[in-house]
């Protein structure tokens, strides 16, 4: 038998660096609440949502995904022409082929990336950054770019109560890369795709032969809302076992932002001690999907909560009943 | 456990999770509508019963639970 060679690996890998892009309309409730009978009271009681941002006709998943990498390559110090790997999470590029990590890849000039988009929806951001880490370690990349990008004003369906509120638009990246130390903690995931009509974006995007596509997402609310309640705070302790750390440990908690709702019953499930910081980038973004736990993270960063070397534990979950959860060290 | 006691069961339920008068919830009383329990809020009472009074009470059941009564009378009738 011939044997086949492995590629060397990296003994480690962690964050090197963090970038985000925020669409420049803001969307305050007040513009939104006609078409649903609602008011800027319900919807932030119900959702802890003040504003979001949609993109506009010039801002596309590709494009936010580019300014988002451009500033963590930046952050890095990394060039493009040294990824290797670029994983893009997003359920809003308007092509199924080719990917929009394959367009971001040139349009930042990593013209040595291998380029793959996941369809993990609000999930995406922590699947590819538990993929990017094994990809590291494994030596199939050196360097990767991980990115959630997505442009959800597309596919939100403004007459329904339970979701026209909810979603905004954006992204953020991510370099992850071999450093001394790990960096990344294992990745808790999983997926229960028997409820896929939890969190749904039809009808079909494959419109030949029709005249209009009407592709939005309908979300039962109350089943995905019970089911991040009841589950996540479980697959959150899990994240933090497998990293061999303790709430104490942690800098900051970084959920999707799904809804505030289920932020704060994540946090009193957990118990977190006082001096963990919470995310809560929703009021001013909306769930942005794949993109949310990269821009919260650059709230955290920006309004100095976060430093250097600490500790913040992400969690992503979402449609296809598909979650993940690590805890990270920042860059 | 009789009815009198799921309903205070649920009564203290209620003011947990929404900050409502324990008092106040009374049979013909409807969430929504009396009660400003909206429908976030209907999934932690719906969870909570679960939890304290042994029953099962499926996601296709809950939107069925209009008025406090429609709630105990579905937990009496079904709980272990």
Known sequence: MVNLNTPSVAKHAGLLGLGAYRPTRVVPNSELVDRIESSDEWIRERSGIIERRYAGEDETVTTMATSAAIAALADAKVVATDIDLVILATFTHRYATPSAAAEVSAAIGAVNAAAVDVGAACAGFAYAVGLADAAVRAGTAKTVLVIGSEKISEVIDFDDRGTAFLFGDGAGAAVIGATTEQGVGPTVWGADGSQKDAIIMHPDTFTAGKEKTNSVLTMQGQTVFRWAISSMGDVCKRALDAAGVTPEDIKAFVPHQANMRITNSLVKNLGFPESVVIARDIESAGNTSAASIPLALDRLRQNGEVASGDLVLMIGFGAGLAFAAQVARLP | ?80
């Not at chain 2, 296709?60 to 579905?74: G, I, P, Q, R």
Request: glycine content about 4%; aromatic content about 4%.
């Open chain 2, 1 to 80: 456990m009789s009815q009198e006691d799921v309903l205070a069961g649920l009564a203290s339920i209620v003011n947990e999770v929404a900050g409502i008068p324990a008092e106040s919830v009374q049979m013909e009383k409807s969430f929504v509508d009396d009660l400003d329990v909206d429908s976030l809020s209907m999934v932690e009472v719906v969870m909570l019963c679960e939890e304290r009074f042994g029953v099962t009470i499926p996601d296709s059941e809950v939107k069925n639970l209009n008025t406090v009564a429609d709630a105990v009378n579905y937990i009496t009738a079904n709980k272990q």
